[in-house]
């Protein structure tokens, strides 16, 4: 199984998805830092995750050391 990405609607990189992504998560994008949110899942896509998340928001920051 390939690894799907998205393009970054701020920078317009790929950003890498998660295994078992889904609507309405929340990632990282790994080369401007942006927060955004999967608003759609056929094609894949990201948006701007909407302001005054809490801590208990689910949020996948791509780390260097992750493999």
Known sequence: MTEQSVICPDCESHVPLP???ELWMRITCPECGALLEIVNDDP???DYAPDGM???D???DF???ED
């Open 54 to 56: 809490t801590e208990d």
């Open 44 to 46: 894949w896509e990201l």
């Open 63 to 65: 780390d260097a050391d």
């Open 19 to 21: 295994a078992g992504s």
């Open 58 to 60: 689910t949020v996948h």
